[in-house]
């Protein structure tokens, strides 16, 4: 069976080869939309080969759907370009797909079409344990058949399946947030995009939800995630994602203004 791997890019030279030196042995080919890339990140596309597509970006899941859609295996799998399939999920993705595999689903309702997989955090380069950065807490259906699945959620997008939905025990490697100023420049973009959706949908600004919600964020990673147990990290991270549930309300008070 083939695997079409899907990456959606920008400005990612500092990533993107590493992500693709890790798959280059279980993929039958490279999809690749890009949203303006400035800088070496499509030379380092065509140097693995990939098929590189040009989309202006809208949010997260029409840019994933449109790699979706320029897709020719009938497996996806869907990575960031600051990503890396370990040799272990690797191994554990062929027998999963293999073809002799099916044989033992025969007898089930319903056939297996997508696989979800943990996820390790490296942020501030470490590896995050808890704060709810946990790899079995960032789980989420990564592999999938190509007409079984697709991508929903304008922010904090997710795929959704026909079929049943395995576990795949091996966790890849997310290279998340070098810096402070990457992570919150994540916030201001993520925020902007969380605050269109909640207006969009509906919601109104709410002087409870904007104390509220950021000191039961912290409460959560901090102490019930356990993010004490990742040292300064962990007390760092709660405490700006508290900031970022504080600015999310703060843009949705601005924009009913």
């Known amino acids: 069976m083939t695997i079409s791997v899907t990456i959606i890019t920008l400005n990612e030279e500092e990533n993107l080869e590493?992500?693709?030196?890790?798959?280059s042995s279980i993929t039958s080919e490279i999809i690749i939309v890009d949203s303006g890339s400035k800088d070496k990140t499509l030379e380092i596309a065509k140097k693995y080969k990939a098929r590189v597509f040009v989309r202006k970006f809208?949010?997260?899941?029409?840019?994933?759907?449109?790699?979706?859609?320029?897709?020719?295996?009938?497996?996806?799998?869907?990575l960031d370009a600051d990503e890396e399939i370990t040799p272990e999920l690797k191994n554990e993705i062929k027998l999963a797909i293999d073809h002799k595999q099916s044989l033992a689903l025969r007898a089930r309702p319903l056939a297996i079409n997508a696989y979800s997989i943990p996820r390790k955090n490296i942020i501030f380069g470490k590896f995050i344990k808890y704060s709810r950065w946990?790899?079995?807490?960032?789980?989420?259906?990564?592999?999938?058949?190509?007409?079984?699945?697709?991508?929903?959620?304008?922010?904090?997008?997710?795929?959704?399946?026909?079929?049943e939905v395995g576990r795949l025990k091996n966790?890849?490697?997310?290279?998340q947030y070098k810096t402070v100023r990457e992570f919150v420049e994540m916030l201001n973009s993520y925020s902007e995009l969380e605050a269109e959706e909640k207006v969009r949908k509906?919601?109104?600004?709410?002087?409870?939800?904007?104390f509220f919600d950021p000191i039961y964020n912290f409460l959560v990673r901090y102490i019930y995630r356990l993010g004490f147990l990742d040292g300064l990290h962990g007390f760092v991270l709660s405490y700006l994602m508290a900031i970022y549930h504080f600015i999310v309300w703060v843009k949705i008070w601005e924009r009913e203004r």
């Open 18 to 23: 590493r992500c693709l030196k890790s798959i």
């Open 171 to 175: 966790a890849k490697i997310h290279y």
């Open 134 to 163: 946990q790899p079995e807490l960032d789980r989420h259906i990564w592999l999938f058949k190509k007409e079984s699945g697709r991508w929903v959620g304008r922010v904090h997008e997710e795929v959704v399946v026909d079929g």
């Open 58 to 78: 809208d949010n997260y899941a029409n840019q994933k759907n449109f790699a979706l859609r320029q897709a020719r295996g009938e497996w996806i799998l869907s």
């Open 202 to 210: 509906g919601v109104r600004f709410s002087f409870f939800r904007l």
